[in-house]
């Protein structure tokens, strides 16, 4: 199994600044994508950025040019530096990782419980 725990949610004003953390441990034989994912209320589950091992990254365009994902491969760890933030990304951001395990055949999908990140004045 692996797990996911997420850190640096909170309370921010409008143009302010957070930067999330991921770190994955557990049995892990390697990482190919970590990523977040964000949920507001009455909202589904939605991309927020993603990046590969390789360094491919992708991101939703509300967030385009304002965040920026990037990840400490060595640490199974990945990072979400949000600036310029708006109310609107105001949600749950859950941590994203697609990896394979100590001898799995396939790789799997794994999630972390998620942390609040509230843009308010």
């Known amino acids: 199994q692996v797990q996911l725990v997420e850190s640096g949610g909170g309370l921010v004003q409008p143009g302010g600044s957070l930067r999330l953390s991921c770190v994955a441990s557990?049995?892990?034989?390697?990482?190919?994508?970590m990523g977040w994912y964000r949920q507001a209320p009455g909202n589904q589950r939605e991309l927020v950025a993603t990046l590969t091992r390789g360094g491919r990254s992708n991101y939703a365009d509300s967030v385009q040019g304002r965040f920026t994902i990037s990840r400490d491969n060595a640490k199974n760890t990945v990072y979400l530096q949000m600036n310029s933030l708006k109310p609107e990304d105001t949600a749950v951001y859950y941590c994203?990782?697609?990896?394979?395990?100590?001898?799995?055949?396939?790789?799997?999908?794994?999630w972390g419980q998620g942390t609040q990140v509230t843009v308010s004045s």
């Open positions: 994203y990782a697609e990896g394979w395990t100590i001898g799995a055949s396939r790789s799997r999908d794994y």
């Open positions: 557990g049995n892990i034989f390697t990482i190919a994508t």
